[in-house]
C-alpha cells in the first residue's frame, strides 16, 4: 500500500485548503484513514481520522473547521481546511490502519500567514 499526500502551500489566515491522500494497492472499506500533523518544534497531533461507516473524529483546535471526507471508489481522503489559522501551520501526513497493518504517506506542508 502506498499513500500519496497533495494539496499543502501556503495560505493567508482565514483562507482554505483542501489535502487529498490517494491510496494504491490492495486496501479495503474497513481500513481507518487519518491525518495527523506536526507543526514545527512540536509532538505529531491527530488532527482527523474517519473509520469504517464514516465515523470522524477531529482534534479539538479544528473541529468546525476542518472536514475529513472519503471517496471508496478512488481508495481517496480528503482534509477540508477551513478558516485557517498560523497554528494550523504544520507538516500534515496521510495514515492508513487495518490492524496488523499501518501505513503513513509522505508529508505535506501548509504553511498559514498572518
Known amino acids: 500500500v502506498q499513500l500519496q499526500a497533495s494539496g499543502g502551500g501556503l495560505v493567508q489566515a482565514g483562507g482554505s485548503l483542501r489535502l487529498s491522500c490517494a491510496a494504491s494497492?490492495?486496501?479495503?472499506?474497513?481500513?481507518?484513514m487519518a491525518w495527523y500533523r506536526q507543526p514545527p518544534g512540536k509532538q505529531r497531533e491527530l488532527a482527523a481520522r474517519?473509520?469504517?461507516?464514516?465515523?470522524?473524529d477531529y482534534l479539538d483546535s479544528v473541529k468546525g473547521r476542518f472536514t475529513i471526507s472519503r471517496d471508496y471508489a478512488k481508495n481517496t481522503v480528503h482534509l477540508q481546511m477551513n478558516s485557517l489559522k498560523p497554528e494550523d501551520t504544520a507538516v500534515y501526513l496521510c495514515?492508513?490502519?487495518?490492524?496488523?497493518?499501518?501505513?503513513w504517506g509522505q508529508g505535506t506542508l501548509v504553511t498559514v500567514s498572518s
Open positions: 495514515h492508513a490502519v487495518n490492524k496488523p497493518y499501518s501505513y
Open positions: 494497492g490492495r486496501m479495503f472499506g474497513n481500513w481507518a
Open positions: 474517519i473509520i469504517r461507516g464514516g465515523t470522524t
